[in-house]
């Protein structure tokens, strides 16, 4: 057996913590509540209890561990709720608007429209007396005294906890930004100070400001970590405690420190990470995700066995060019709330009853029919299995909520539950569909992995409505985050902007493969990566001339040098002419190189961790535990449908649909074309019968 | 040709169902557009739209930022229908620009067309539009402001095929190429186009094969007839009657004046525009469904917010014209700028009469939208210079495009929106590296402007202001199109009227040049700096009624300075530089009453009412209510008309003149008799009586009718 030592992974939710220790091939959960602000408390009570689940105390436990993962939406809530640091931003002289005219994007509320508010005060925005030009020339050199005149007033005047400088062109010649760092970190020792270019090197002065701003204004959010670290150093953890970070991977304490936005979309990335975990397992190299939440339904990719990430995207309200796993948010979730709009058309969405009172169900005085409601009502949930059993729902609030809906439409309760879900289903079909056509993906080679809420109930009909092969829906989706903490690879980005067409100077490009690999590698030893497990990875950003996005290209571990592009622009062609066909391209387009990144790569060896510990077996088909009737129809009766309890179920058990699944905190539907089988993993797969 | 076409309802939850898979399939041809176009016009500015169209060619459903584009499609559908309809076969692509005959805004949209065929059958179409860099003609960008006929303009091409039963028609891509300018760049962002229209037709292939031709013309027809249905319902809350503004359009100080006179009448509404004056040898004459579709998306906002746009909302706004007048001309009459200009200036009081429309019907929907008429200001500029091998690369600035909203009844304007409600469009800003990165030209500011806002209780949005200058290149020749650079957009209820547009050149000698916002030939030597300044539209409400906290505000954001704050909005500073609550109150009292000393006297003398009628008060006009037979100021109870009487008659009246080049203009505040608080304040060409006229029914006294059509 590989035995790699003990991995745990912690999820910091809302409510509670998840631990997850993996240890001799097992996988051991526990859940405790959330302890805020001393969020350590709450991890420390989850370990203890998940490792006495492995049979160990703790303490026994730690110096074993070769992995000790963390997820936190410590940044998140600071973000999201608005209750960051008082940030001063330095720019460039005649662009201190930059973030008041937010690319003059509005939001629209309530049929108004409304600008984006900034998380800086007009007035902390001061401009200094800088320029330089695209190529990284000085047009007018940097006021030094200004710098300190302006850092003075930001801290005494306008009183700001932490400041941002952010220079035009900062990426192509950080001089100016640099210096402007030094003098502000020599007059005000204790405050803190983010650089833009420093944060991320890359083009598009918006996103770039509004990154370090969030940065700048994220300090400090993760202070419960600091000591939480020590705690467990100071109780025999011999590894570096790890942070998942936006892109999928993790980070350490001390670069939080610095640069905490990194973490501000964690959560949502670890569930994507763990999900391609997942899939990985069960030897599937690319998957759709899909995440049923509570207001929308969430989808990502894999490649790979790798999360796709995006460089820039909308952060809670916020266009910012943080690198992140790609989750789109999209459709109708379980609180999504069903309603008539004037036309008199059933409509579900975008309204959500959230958790309070929540669907009509949960007998919390909401009467409005949720998706839960109607999956209840026509059969798919069973009021008395919902969350594995902590809850009981009250089906007949339920129907009272849908009979009420449809009425004015000649409905009954159950055709109207019916159609709720028809439409829902709908809209998490073209959710997938978008996918596909934005990341040209071919639906025949991915599987869906399924999880979060009732999501499972509807994936196979997406799968089978887009021509995907099969559902993965595992065992463990309720912990999942904490698993994907657990299991998360070290992954560390450096991006060079070289901005340049094709073919080039080699030295441009050869210089940028080489030091980026050195910073990339120097970032893994940091965070504890042994050498033997550090790889590194390069990609091209690549357009052609005038073109706005780029097309993310990956090139070799090891690139041809000295060839000034010749080798990456063939990459980008071949992947453009695979994504849009060849009437896209019959003039020659000039290809055109916009950054190149390095992904260092601590790789967790994990994922041998089970292969050994359950082998395969062969598939017999199992009788099921019991019969629930459910409204396959819009009208008639029921079906008795088969139900099956996927704990009862051992490694290559199989039957045929249509059939219900009760599996971890959820429910899996196989329809009447398909089967499942319990794989070696414990994961259900759903695919077409044979 | 055999068309499918059968209208019948289908059930609302297969409806919903099949229009989130046709959200979908429209989605993913926006998408493949994005991906694949190479100018920023379309890719940043997203100048781009799709449309799926029933087989007959109405609107079933639109995707992209661009709503104004989804008329100009169904357009093109409607007469390649029209044009080629025995010849039309499975793989045709048909493209069009001409506004005056099938398609585009203006000569530089294209519209690509491809039908759908399921069976041998045509059961839909795509339409794609989007922004050309050039299409040829006299300048570069093809917004030739001095042009004085149509064939100056661009390349003009009515409904011809790019594909014939799927192959390339060659010659038609040579001779477009032929004739444009960026010809390599301009070709692919067609090519974009194309792509996204064959996404778009394959997808819907595919979904009427699995649900059938029947089913699609029956979810069609119900999306269709259930959105009209309740659009009906909505005209029909609006009270009955007749809501007149008017509007100008600019040619340098050329004004010409277009009257808007809405008529609602049951559930129908129609705006009459036939006393337009007659077509003019200048770029901006426009075309009935261009006017329709740029009012459209404006009036969705108000009216349908919450319902899907397809052909139905085309159905319900009707309009009326005169042929061979500026909004309906005819060959040879230039139109570069068909949508803009007159057609915006019209677009935009149209709005402003329904919003008087509803402001007055107590019963009518969407009354919480109650704002100053919106932006019709824009200053755009087309600059090229000679890049390597002599072409002449042509680049777009839009940024002079971003005025700053109205204010609306309880809100501040924003900034860069020509618009509180969403009017169709979704522009964005280019980073100033991206521009930079992309043209040879270096940015010395970008900001919101300060001053020039529209004043009042609420004040409007600030524009952006900005300048540039050429770096890399000897020279760069610019030619500008623009409106509001004489006069302002009028504020509503006692708000002032905003800031005008403005572009100027500071030369490296420290000469300063303002330019006309039609200039040709413009030309940039290094360290000459070009200047845009963006008007913004009016403010709503007397501003000194303005929240004390709320100036001081303005002050703190950096949008007016204290010279401004004391004389706009009458507040007194402390020695602090705090505002001192009490004396500013005093001050506005004082400023009040001597408004009514230098008043003149109505024209009309209100009549003396002991009592009012003891009935409900209906509204008339923000701040003037209806008692019965008599116009009352709301807050004072000052009676100032009797039924019909306009109640601006019976206002005293503060006039001023001024006059910028040769245009002289003048502005009246009505005056509430018995407060001096600026009930409304307008702002008129100087021959100009009083022209604000709006006649609900219930108030003129007369029942009003259309003509059927």
Known sequence: ?690 | MNIAMKQTAVDPILAEVIRTRLEAIGQEAAIAVEQTAISPIVTESKDYSVVICDAKGALVLGKGAIEVHFGAAMHGVQCTLRRHHNSIVEGDIFIANDPHSDGGLHPQDVVIQKPVFVGGQLVAWVALCAHMMDMGGMVPGSSAVHATECFQEALRMPSVRLYRAGVENTEMWELIATNIRSAALVTMDMRSLVIGANVCEGKLVKLITEIGADTFEGVAHTLNASTERVLRERVSRIEDGRYRLISWAEYGPSLYRIPVELTISGDRMVFDLSEAPPQVPHFFNSKPYIVQTVIIPRIRALLASDLPINQSIYNVIELTTKPGTLVDCVVPAPIAAAHMDAALAVACTAVQCLQLAIHASPRAWGRQYNTGSQLSAYGTGRWSYVGDGYQRNVFTILDGALGGSPAGHDRDGIDMSASLTPWGVKLEFSDIEILELAYPIVFHERRIRHGAHGYGQFRSGAGCEEAFSAHGTDQLLGNMTGTRAWFASAGLAGGTAGGTTSFRVVRADGRVEDLSPQSTGVQLAPGDRFETRCATGGGFGDALDRDVARVADDMKQQRIDQKTAEQVYGVVFAADGTINATESDKRRAAIRADRLKRATPPAVKPPVVEKLPNVEALPLYPGVVQYGQYAVAEKSGAVLAIAPGNWLNGCPVITSHFSKGDVKAISRSYLDPRTGAILHLSLDRADEGVPMDIQPARWAGTATSVAAE
């Open chain 1, 1 to 690: 057996m590989n035995h790699s030592g003990a991995l745990i992974g912690i999820d910091v939710g809302g409510t509670f913590t998840d631990a997850v220790v993996i240890d001799r091939g097992a996988v051991f959960r526990a859940k405790s509540p959330s302890t805020y602000p001393e969020v350590g408390r709450g991890v420390i009570a989850a370990c203890k209890l998940a490792a006495e689940a492995s049979g160990r105390s703790l303490d026994e436990l730690l110096p074993d561990v070769t992995r000790f993962g963390l997820g936190t939406t410590a940044v998140t809530n600071v973000i999201a709720t608005r209750r960051g640091l008082r940030v001063g931003l330095l720019t460039t002289q005649g662009f201190e608007d930059m973030l008041r005219l937010a690319r003059a994007r509005v939001e629209q509320v309530d049929g108004w429209q409304q600008s984006i508010p900034s998380l800086v005060e007009r007035d902390a925005v001061v401009g200094i007396d800088e320029r330089v030009d695209r190529n990284g020339a000085v047009l007018k050199p940097l006021n030094e005294d200004e710098v300190l005149k302006a850092g003075r007033y930001l801290v005494d005047t306008m009183k700001v906890d932490s400041i941002a400088v952010s220079f035009l062109w900062s990426f192509m010649n950080a001089a100016h930004e640099k210096r402007t760092i030094e003098i502000l970190r020599k007059a005000f020792p204790d405050l803190p100070i983010t650089g833009a270019a420093e944060l991320r090197p890359v083009i598009r002065e918006y996103e770039r400001t509004t990154l370090a701003v969030l940065n700048a204004y994220s300090f400090g959010a993760y202070t419960g970590i600091e000591s939480l670290a020590n705690d467990l150093k100071t109780a025999g953890l011999k590894v570096p405690l790890l942070l998942c970070h936006s892109g999928g991977g993790t980070i350490s304490i001390e670069q939080v420190r610095e640069q905490p936005v990194w973490l501000a979309e964690s959560g949502p990335a670890a569930g994507v990470t763990a999900a391609s975990f997942v899939a990985t397992m069960s030897g599937e190299a690319k998957a759709l995700t899909c995440d049923l939440g509570g207001t929308s339904f969430d989808v990502s990719h894999i490649d790979d066995g790798a999360p796709a990430r995006i460089q820039r995207g909308d952060l809670m309200g916020m266009w910012t060019a943080l690198p992140r796993v790609d989750v789109e948010s999209v459709g109708a979730g379980g609180g999504s709330v069903a309603w008539i709009d004037d036309r008199g058309m059933l409509r579900v969405g975008p309204h959500s009853v959230g958790s309070s009172p929540g669907p009509a169900c949960y007998g919390r005085g909401g009467t409005e029919p949720a998706l839960t409601d109607a999956l209840l009502l026509l059969g798919y949930i069973d009021p008395k299995k919902f969350l594995g059993g902590r809850m009981v729902l009250d089906v007949e609030a339920s129907r009272a909520a849908c009979e009420k809906v449809g009425r004015s439409l000649g409905f009954s309760a159950v055709e109207t539950a019916w159609g709720i879900r028809q439409i829902a289903l709908a809209g998490m079909t073209q959710a997938a569909r978008a996918r596909l056509a934005i990341h040209a993906l071919a639906a025949g080679e991915h599987a869906l992995v399924s999880y979060g809420g009732c999501g499972s109930l509807f994936t196979s009909e997406v799968a089978h409505a887009i021509g995907a092969p099969r559902v993965l829906v595992a065992e463990l989706a309720s912990v999942l985050s904490a698993f994907g903490a657990a299991t998360m690879d070290v992954r560390r980005e450096r991006v060079r902007s070289l901005v340049r067409l094709l073919p080039t100077d080699a030295a441009a490009i050869d210089t940028a493969f080489t030091e980026l690999r050195a910073l990339a590698l120097q970032d893994l030893t940091r965070d504890g990566v042994p050498a033997a497990s550090q790889d590194v990875m390069f990609e091209a950003d690549m357009r052609f001339a005038g073109q706005r996005w780029e097309v993310t290209v990956p090139l070799p571990s090891n690139p041809i040098l000295g060839d000034g592009g010749v080798q990456i622009e063939a990459a980008f062609r071949e992947e453009y002419l695979r994504r849009y066909g060849a009437a896209a391209t019959d003039s020659a387009g000039v290809a055109e190189l916009v950054a190149i990144r390095a992904i260092g790569i601590g790789k967790t060896h994990s994922s041998n961790l089970f292969s050994e510990a359950i082998g395969t077996k062969g598939r017999r088909t199992v009788a099921p535990s019991g019969q629930r009737p459910v409204q396959l129809n819009r009208t008639g009766a029921p079906t008795p449908v088969n139900a099956y309890t996927a704990s009862d179920l051992t490694p290559g058990d199989t039957f045929p649909g249509p059939a219900l699944v009760d599996i971890g905190d959820t429910t899996a539907w196989v329809p009447e074309a398909m089967q499942a089988t319990m794989d070696q993993n414990r994961t259900l797969i759903v695919e077409n019968r044979s």
